[in-house]
């Protein structure tokens, strides 16, 4: 059988938490609101899965460009092109 290219193949190690993170996130950290124009960083927190970006945007910076209900619109520069990144807030981080 062919080898499975799925939405998180090859994301052991990327996802990984280390030990002082491990857990669910602290509701401070959840209920921090994030304007258009804001700085931040896609860090995505593999414990939840809804909203979550694709693997090669992890780690990336980005400005908000809109919140869209929960989750915000993130413009992210990926080679020559400008990208629009949908992510809830437990995947994003103020840079």
């Known amino acids: 059988m062919?080898?499975?290219k799925?939405?998180?193949h090859s994301t052991r190690r990327l996802f990984k938490k280390s030990s002082r993170d491990?857990?669910?996130?602290?509701?401070?950290?959840?209920?921090?609101?994030?304007k258009v124009g804001d700085q931040v960083v896609i860090k995505i927190d593999p414990a939840i899965q809804k909203g979550m970006p694709h693997r090669?945007?992890?780690g990336k910076f980005g400005i908000v460009s809109e919140v869209r209900g929960r989750a915000y619109v993130v413009k992210i520069k990926a080679g020559n092109?400008?990208?629009s990144i949908i992510a809830r807030p437990e995947h994003v981080y103020p840079a």
């Open 2 to 4: 062919p080898k499975s």
């Open 6 to 8: 799925g939405y998180r």
């Open 22 to 34: 491990r857990g669910m996130q602290s509701l401070g950290r959840l209920l921090t609101k994030h």
């Open 56 to 58: 090669r945007y992890h």
């Open 81 to 83: 092109k400008t990208k």
